[in-house]
């Protein structure tokens, strides 16, 4: 829909996307009180909807150990699924280093603080796209 605002002309959002935008929401909800209820530790949701295609939100937490890591994701898996949020991909279980569970426009990503530390996905994710730190640097 566009409407004429003064003199302007806007783009309103359609029905469908809000609710998306509030699945989505509700799906980052579900995820925030799973790893909360599990104990996970240093939890951060970076919005990545004007970074990527990849999805809405990226989860970065962690877990103490491996132990800790695989059943913080086993409870967030079942608390999607009883959401009826789905299908789910997840990858890295059988080792618990690195845990990502991919529910759509959600990511999540657990890890041991190890390994957290190394890949530092909160760094690249959150900088500045390099065309905005060249101009700055210009």
């Known amino acids: 829909m566009i409407s004429s605002e003064g003199g302007r002309e806007s783009h309103a959002p359609s029905p469908a996307s ?11 909800n579900t995820v925030l009180a799973s790893l909360d209820d599990a104990k996970a530790e240093g939890t951060t949701t970076i919005d990545i909807k004007s970074k990527s ?10 877990g103490r150990s491996n132990r800790h890591v695989g059943a913080i994701a086993d409870r967030l898996v079942g608390a999607l699924k009883q959401a009826g949020l789905g299908p789910l991909r997840v990858e ?3 080792h618990c280093d690195w845990v990502l569970v991919d529910a759509g426009d959600l990511i999540v990503h657990i890890f041991r ?16 796209p390099y065309s905005e730190r060249r101009a700055a640097h210009a």
């Open 113 to 128: 603080p190890e390994v957290r530390e190394f890949y530092n996905l909160e760094k690249m994710w959150t900088a500045d």
């Open 92 to 94: 890295g279980l059988p």
């Open 18 to 28: 809000h609710l998306a935008a509030n699945a989505t929401e509700s799906a980052l």
């Open 53 to 62: 295609a990849l999805g809405d939100y990226m989860v970065v937490t962690s």
